[in-house]
């Protein structure tokens, strides 16, 4: 499935990683647009990118979060492409299904490999792949937040008839996205950056990770140090990132997370049925 030169490169990092991830206590990953991508989810800046095409989109995205702040109504008008040159994007998103690579990482957490998930992505796949334990570092289309009190809550309770949402506290509630200008909420910052204090094993996937502050967070754990009591950091990247010339990772598979995922799943189940059957 994976051409080229690399070819036998690749089948063999796929054995390592498995190997690392098995013999892991504490594994968790990030994830990036790169996964989502295969899933057929636009992206923003690539050459067909929603704002690469539309100007006018990319301006008013940058002031969306000012726009609820001033005036949550109109925010809400514009997100539901009820006026102006708005969309129902996320509403959009909401139809995509997970791929290859959402399946096999919920299947590493089902057996007790990877402990958790912090993704940049807004689209929700990972829970629609089952994974449990997800972090929304930069919020999610399937929820409604409240900026006052913090409280989430699924977009579906909520007929968006009447606009803006209110939450229980009375105040206007904007999706949980985490929009430009806009702090990344402190609950997830602070259980992302404890999770990354306290991993074994980071597996980084379709990111190249330079958006900060989630960029912080392969450094925060390259930090603590390699091999013995450190953290190994590997990588699912379709070329090489800055993660990989200034050897924050410890190796690059490079490919599609869709291709490379599932074989570290079903190599990961392997030595694990091996183990059990030694024991
Ligand atoms: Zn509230």
Redesign the pocket.
């Known amino acids: 499935m994976i051409a080229g030169m690399e070819a036998g490169k690749t089948q063999d990092l796929i054995k390592q990683a498995a190997a690392d991830l098995a013999a892991s206590s504490h594994a968790i990953v990030l994830t990036g647009a790169g996964m989502s991508t295969e899933s057929g989810v636009a992206d923003f800046r690539g050459p067909k990118g929603i704002w690469t095409t539309n100007k006018q989109a990319e301006a008013q995205a940058y002031q969306r979060y000012e726009r609820f702040l001033n005036d949550p109504k109109a925010y809400w008008e514009e997100m539901l492409g009820t006026v102006g040159s708005g969309s129902d994007f996320y509403r959009q998103m909401r139809k995509v299904g997970p791929n290859p690579s959402h399946h096999a990482i919920a299947r590493l957490e089902q057996v007790g490999i990877v402990k958790s998930v912090i993704t940049q992505n807004v689209d929700g796949l990972h829970e629609k792949a089952g994974t449990q334990n997800v972090m929304h570092y930069h919020g999610t289309v399937e929820k409604l937040r409240?900026l006052?009190?913090g409280?989430r809550f699924g977009v579906d309770e909520y007929s968006l008839e009447k606009l803006p949402p209110l939450?229980?506290?009375g105040?206007p509630l904007k999706y949980d996205v985490v929009h430009f200008q806009e702090p990344i909420p402190s609950d997830i910052m602070d259980a992302a950056e404890s999770e990354a204090m306290k991993c074994d094993l980071m597996l980084i996937c379709g990111t190249s990770a330079v958006v900060y502050p989630f960029a912080a967070l392969p450094a925060m754990a390259r930090s603590r140090g390699r091999g013995g009591s450190g953290v190994k950091i590997i990588e699912v990247n379709a070329e090489p990132t800055p993660l990989t010339h200034q050897g924050v990772s410890d190796y690059l598979m490079q490919g599609k997370t869709g291709e490379i995922l599932p074989p570290v799943a079903d190599e990961v189940n392997e030595i694990l049925s091996q183990r059990e059957g030694h024991g």
């Open positions: 409240c006052s009190c409280s939450c229980r506290c105040r």
